[in-house]
């Protein structure tokens, strides 16, 4: 009897310890987005909002908070004052980095858990499809001969698509510092201007640029990513096929909870995150925009962004543009 007893004391006593460690929020969840409404990581974090709550791993409500400006350093700021609660959730992008490492915000990556790589896209080099560059290889040539030659579009200085064509250039023995870099607010200004003869080629989203190249309108000469691509872009050499040998970096979509969290309210968000992105919704939108992600979460996660940081800030440290 008195065995029985300690077995059931021992039951109830595991019972009780269990349910004090299991988290589920409480009240409403917001979603910060660093950008506008209607754009597309607004587009992004509202199926997030609804895969959470599709897939039942969320039980209270989801909104989408916009706290645009400052190329993301607005949408940290936000979140740095929610401390400790784990009712905020931010839809990052890989300018976390680089306003971090150009000394633009105080904050880093570091400075919160990361939870979720939500997606990868990577940087591709286009040119029209009038241009006299058919291949890479010619484009290449013609830096050599003038590195100031070709005027490339970017949407932010320092930020990553500057980043992968200042790697490629080196990679290709060309001094990145000498390149013509001209940056537009946004990928749709830079391709018109591109179209009118303005500028010789665009480095942005590859899965952004797929519309314009499947309608023939651009011509896309290489992705900066591991792999080829599939679908409409497997067509498309990668870097390292071309024999230049330059890290990959990716334009990243990760989601960070607010600093001081405790580890079963990370637990928590990093499942049900998990089981978000397996929901239909999530992976047919993945399908369509051409994006993918590995299930990277606690250290392993951490290890890629650590990757990634370090590499770009050793591209933006040659540029001169890191402090």
């Known amino acids: 009897m008195l065995r029985l007893l300690a077995t059931l004391f021992l039951g109830l006593a595991y019972t009780a310890a269990w349910s004090q460690g299991a988290w589920r929020p409480e009240k409403q969840v917001e979603i910060i987005v660093p950008t506008a409404p209607g754009g597309g990581n607004d587009t992004v974090a509202r199926l997030l909002a609804k895969a959470l709550q599709d897939t039942k791993a969320l039980a209270t409500p989801a909104v989408v908070m916009n706290k645009s400006g400052g190329n993301q350093t607005v949408s940290l700021a936000y979140l740095a004052q929610q401390k400790a609660d784990p009712h905020y959730l931010l839809l990052a992008t890989s300018t976390f980095f680089t306003n971090h ?110 519309p314009p190249v499947s309608a023939g309108q651009l011509r896309m000469l290489a992705i900066a990513a591991s792999q080829r691509r599939p679908g409409e872009l497997a067509h498309v050499p990668t870097l390292a096929e071309l024999g230049l040998n330059a890290p990959v970096l990716a334009t990243w979509r990760c989601i960070f909870g607010a600093r001081g969290i405790s580890q079963p309210q990370i637990a928590f968000w990093e499942d049900a995150l998990a089981k978000a992105f397996q929901s239909e919704d999530w992976k047919a939108w993945m399908t369509k925009n051409d994006v993918s992600a590995p299930l990277l979460r606690g250290a392993e996660l951490v290890k890629y962004l650590d990757g990634q940081y370090t590499n770009t800030r050793g591209v933006l440290l040659e540029l001169g543009l890191a402090k």
Do not use: C, W
């Not at 484009?139 to 949407?155: G, N, Y």
């Open 101 to 210: 490492i150009q000394g633009l915000s105080q904050h880093n990556y570091r400075d919160f858990p990361a939870l979720a790589l939500a997606f990868v896209d990577y940087s591709a080099f286009m040119v029209p499809t009038n241009s006299p560059f058919k291949t890479f290889g010619d484009m290449i040539q013609r830096l050599k001969t003038d590195p100031e030659s070709v005027a490339f579009s970017v949407v932010a200085r320092g930020g990553t698509s500057h980043a992968v064509v200042a790697m490629a250039a080196k990679a290709a023995g060309i001094d990145p510092k000498r390149l013509k870099i001209v940056v537009f607010k946004t990928s749709a200004e830079a391709t018109t201007a591109m179209m009118g003869g303005h500028i010789q080629a665009a480095v942005s989203s590859a899965a952004g640029s797929t």
